[in-house]
């Protein structure tokens, strides 16, 4: 049974930064690309950022372009995302994800609907 298990989140005031972990197990996540994704209140989970499967590429979202930065672990089964200057509009819960349906050197999902596996979610709360 495949599992993502996030952490890292929590209450911090615009500016700050925070570094996001998600841990695999179940299955070894080495040849597989990986995303983040978040979803405010009363929103739709929105792609945040992903990365190739041995990390030689990675996307973005517009709204986290040069503030957010994704990065993987194979030797751990892990990924993260390393946020910097955050903003009040970053606030929303904070998903993991995992695309074992395509495969690719270069490949790098952006949708929500691409990926097969999600953690539960952490929840990252930015104050003004």
């Known amino acids: 049974q495949v599992q993502l298990v996030e952490s890292g989140g929590g209450l911090v005031q615009a500016g700050d930064s925070l570094r996001l972990s998600c841990a695999v197990s179940?299955?070894?996540?080495?040849?597989?690309?990986m995303g983040w994704a978040r979803q405010a209140p009363g929103k739709e989970r929105d792609f945040v950022a992903s990365?190739?499967?041995?990390?030689?590429?990675?996307y973005y979202a517009d709204s986290v372009k040069g503030r957010f930065t994704i990065s993987r672990d194979n030797a751990k089964n892990s990924v993260y995302l390393q946020m910097d200057g955050l903003k009040p509009d970053d606030t929303a819960v904070y998903y993991c994800?995992?695309?074992?349906?395509?495969?690719?050197?270069?490949?790098?999902?952006?949708?929500?609907?691409?990926?097969?596996?999600w953690g539960q979610g952490t929840q990252v709360t930015v104050s003004s």
């Open positions: 994800a995992l695309d074992i349906t395509y495969s690719g050197r270069y490949y790098t999902p952006q949708t929500v609907a691409a990926y097969d596996y």
């Open positions: 179940g299955r070894t996540v080495s040849s597989y690309a």
């Open positions: 990365i190739s499967w041995r990390g030689e590429a990675t």
